[in-house]
């Protein structure tokens, strides 16, 4: 995939804008109201255990499947369920919802303890407890992440955190350092993992420091400093920027013996093999030229993102663009009530200042895409494979390959829409060509 394997894969230079990385993180006042999606995570959705009239408290369980790449959805706050209906969600789908009115007092499950963990099968059937989904954006469920068949030897931390505005891991870094490493070495204890590398781009100089100092009292654990070249938090780059190892297509990184966690996952493990509360609530960054306040902040899962904004000072102007996530890779949001879910770890609302709109021209043949991208695709190409519908050529191109990182959308002169045509391009190729 890479010929002559590189020190550093292709990526490009993005304005980190950081704003918010010395915001030390704040809890907002709870909501009235929560709207608790059952699809929260790659897999199966699960099915609500509640029904309308049910009293519950925070950290109850409310929805689950006994499929095995799923997680189970638990109440962010205690009060009485109003609705459990179908809500649309912002990639587009419906999903069954649980709708909690809070009853202000934050009553905890009085079933909830620290998890009693021996061995292998119980720590991963602590993990599925949890409710535990990848935090750095993917949401696969841990559980099925943390139990391979093939042996692992290397467990990759992701710190990278490479999206420009998002400063939520970093705070995780700077403010709970401690539970990063606890759960590390739960993982590593438990999965026998002798080797576990901690990856955080250059531009966070005070987490490297911290992080490598505390490093040096857990065997086998080291600080990998990454070039501050975005999609470095991405898994198959990040993967070979620590290990060298490329991982192939239609591979798992268990594939190559590599497991890749996000920082705050391993946080929130830690806090959870402690505490036994399961996954209630985020941290996320609130940023954004159209929003009064900006900073860090912890939310109960299923508060709306309107009251997100409200509860940062509302808004300042119309916003042009809310999103999910960073202006890379993140979801445009059609609606401000749709409600946070755990794989969100920030939400910026975007005013006309903060967008670069660009004129669409003609494909000039610069060769800049192809530079970007970190697996060396050739984005003009599979645009033109779209666009005729050719699926040998999409095939041939690799389209599959593609992430949507959107290197090539964000270096093209010519602002085509390419990583929109890698999207379409892979639906394409699922439906058969229709």
């Known amino acids: 995939m890479f010929g002559s394997k590189p020190s550093v894969l292709g990526g490009?230079?993005?304005?980190?804008?950081?704003?918010t990385e010395n915001c030390e993180t704040k809890r907002i006042t709870p909501p009235e109201t929560v709207t608790i999606l059952m699809s929260q995570h790659i897999g199966a959705s699960c099915v609500p255990t509640v029904k309308v009239g049910d009293e519950v408290t925070k950290g109850q369980v409310i929805g689950d499947t006994?499929?095995?790449?799923?997680?189970?959805?638990?109440?962010?706050?205690?009060?009485?369920?109003?609705k459990v209906d179908s809500v649309l969600t912002s990639g587009g789908a419906m999903v069954p919802a649980v709708i909690i009115a809070s009853d202000g007092e934050d009553r905890v499950d009085p079933a909830l303890t620290?998890?009693?963990?021996?061995?292998?099968?119980?720590?991963l059937a602590a993990v599925r407890a949890s409710g535990l989904?990848?935090?750095?954006?993917?949401?696969?469920?841990?559980?099925?992440?943390?139990?391979?068949?093939?042996?692992?030897?290397?467990?990759?931390?992701?710190?990278?955190?490479?999206?420009?505005?998002?400063?939520?891991?970093?705070?995780?870094?700077?403010?709970?350092?401690?539970d990063i490493f606890y759960g590390i070495a739960a993982v590593q204890k438990y999965l026998e993992i002798p080797n576990v590398i901690i990856g955080i781009e250059s531009n966070k100089p005070a987490a490297i420091k911290k992080l490598s100092e505390m490093a040096k009292d857990y065997p086998g654990v080291s600080v990998l400093t990454l070039p501050a070249l975005y999609p470095q938090g991405a898994?198959?780059?990040?993967?070979?920027?620590?290990?060298?190892?490329v991982l192939p297509e239609g591979k798992l990184p268990a594939d190559i013996g590599v497991i890749v966690m996000n920082v705050t996952s391993v946080g929130f493990l830690a806090r959870y093999l402690k505490t036994g509360m399961p996954l209630v609530e985020k941290r996320i960054t609130v940023d954004g030229g159209a929003i009064k306040e900006k900073g860090n902040i912890i939310v109960p899962i299923g508060t709306s993102i309107q009251y997100i904004a409200d509860a940062m000072g509302g808004f300042?102007?119309?916003?042009?663009?809310?999103?999910?996530?960073?202006?890379m890779m993140g979801i445009a949001l059609y609606q401000p009530d749709a409600p946070l879910v755990k794989n969100n770890n920030a939400i910026l609302f975007l005013d006309e200042k903060d967008l670069v709109i660009k004129e669409t021209t003609n494909c000039i043949r610069c060769g800049k895409c192809i530079e970007a991208c970190p697996f060396n695709l050739m984005p003009a190409a599979?645009?033109?494979?779209?666009?005729?519908?050719?699926?040998?050529?999409?095939?041939?191109?690799?389209?599959?390959l593609c992430m949507e990182c959107g290197c090539c959308s964000y270096i093209c002169p010519a602002n085509r829409p390419l990583v929109e045509s890698n999207?379409?391009?892979?639906?394409l190729l699922r439906n058969a060509g229709k």
Do not use: W
């Open 423 to 427: 999207h379409l391009g892979k639906l």
């Open 114 to 123: 620290p998890p009693v963990v021996t061995d292998r099968a119980s720590f």
């Open 235 to 245: 898994e198959k780059v990040l993967i070979y920027s620590a290990t060298k190892r």
């Open 12 to 19: 490009v230079h993005v304005k980190h804008n950081k704003y």
């Open 382 to 400: 599979l645009e033109g494979a779209y666009q005729a519908k050719n699926i040998d050529a999409l095939k041939a191109l690799k389209v599959n």
């Open 316 to 327: 300042v102007g119309t916003p042009a663009k809310i999103l999910m996530g960073g202006p």
């Open 133 to 178: 989904v990848g935090l750095g954006g993917a949401g696969f469920p841990t559980h099925v992440k943390l139990n391979p068949q093939p042996a692992i030897d290397t467990l990759v931390i992701n710190g990278a955190e490479c999206e420009p505005y998002i400063t939520s891991d970093y705070r995780e870094c700077m403010e709970q350092a401690e």
């Open 66 to 82: 006994e499929a095995f790449v799923s997680a189970p959805i638990h109440a962010s706050v205690s009060g009485k369920v109003t």
